[in-house]
């Protein structure tokens, strides 16, 4: 159920296996599948800058919806989720749309900020967030674009449209409202002093550049499908990354080796899973049985990892 805040009014199994990429190894040779709408998106390298949870699923066992069930899935949610605008950062009269919805549990909540792909905020991403809600995390999916747009954001942007406004969102942008989204999400009455960040293609490869960054409390990152930053940033992570993958995208899959070394090096944790026959944006293109599959392994990952890191 979607609630408008004062701020901002409301507007518009089996054959798969799954393999581990080890230090110093190339990835997975892999016939690169189809070009699809995410080819060649990945956001610029950034310069820097045992579990007790309470987590008790609505439904459990489910995982993010593909994109046919995302407006749904959203519909029938009864969690509590609102739109807030976020300063840029104290003070400042520049701010950030962002979606927010609260998962139902006794204690407060870690927070998991989830970064949209190169289209921007969409019903798919918001529906990812209220499934993170339902695994127990403040989960805050903001609109990048907001600010390229001059404000106010509806919920999604002609692909055409998003495509030509993130040209704009530079890796110090992002960091920066990424950072302000952080903090604002552990600033909330319910919410624990810790955020991890998740994201998808462009928003995979933000998520690992965020992680560059280290932003105060940012604790865990999650990239899926997103390509690794240059070895001289993946030096500086300080924070856990867990890096989930389709095979059939060496593109992407051709980064994940020297992230892995380099993270081996500095003593840092990356794991890697690559999801046999499974493409890029397999969680958002659940349509076909590799992608499917793919998504049922790496959305309980995903969960465990922020619940590890996150706790």
Not at 10 to 22: D, E, F, K, P, Y
């Amino acid at each position: 159920m979607i609630r408008p805040t004062a701020a901002l009014l409301l507007l518009a199994l089996g054959a798969c296996t799954t393999q581990r990429v080890t230090p110093g190894a190339s990835s997975t040779t892999a016939t690169a599948a189809a070009a699809d709408e995410h080819a060649g998106h990945e956001m610029p390298s950034a310069a820097s800058g045992p579990m007790a949870v309470d987590v008790t699923p609505a439904q459990p066992g489910r995982i993010a919806p593909g994109a046919a069930e995302a407006a749904a899935r959203l519909q029938n949610s009864s969690r509590h989720a609102e739109w807030a605008m976020i300063p840029t950062a104290p003070g400042s009269k520049d701010s950030i749309a962002a979606f927010v919805v609260y998962p139902e549990r006794r204690t407060n909540a870690p927070v998991v900020v989830v970064v949209h792909e190169i289209f921007g905020l969409s019903t798919w991403v918001r529906s990812v967030a209220d499934q993170l809600a339902a695994d127990g995390f403040i989960a805050i999916a903001p609109d990048l674009l907001s600010m390229e747009r001059g404000g106010a954001t509806t919920d999604s942007l002609p692909y055409d449209q998003a495509r030509t406004l993130i040209r704009n969102v530079t890796p110090d942008k992002m960091n920066a409202m990424v950072a302000a989204v952080g903090q604002y999400g552990m600033s909330l009455p319910s919410a624990k002093k810790k955020y991890g960040v998740v994201g998808y293609c462009w928003g995979g490869s933000a998520s690992f550049n965020h992680a560059v960054f280290n932003a105060p409390g940012m604790s865990a990152s999650v990239v899926y499908y997103g390509s690794s930053p240059v070895a001289t940033d993946v030096a500086k992570v300080k924070v856990p990354v867990l890096g989930l993958y389709g095979e059939n995208d060496q593109r992407v899959n051709a980064t994940i080796a020297q992230a892995d070394s380099t993270m081996k090096a500095i003593g840092g944790t990356f794991v890697s899973r690559i999801y046999a026959g499974a493409g890029h944006g397999f969680l958002r293109q659940q349509d076909n049985p590799a992608n499917a599959e793919a998504s049922k392994q790496a959305w309980p990952e995903t969960v465990a990892w922020f619940n590890r890191y996150l706790k």
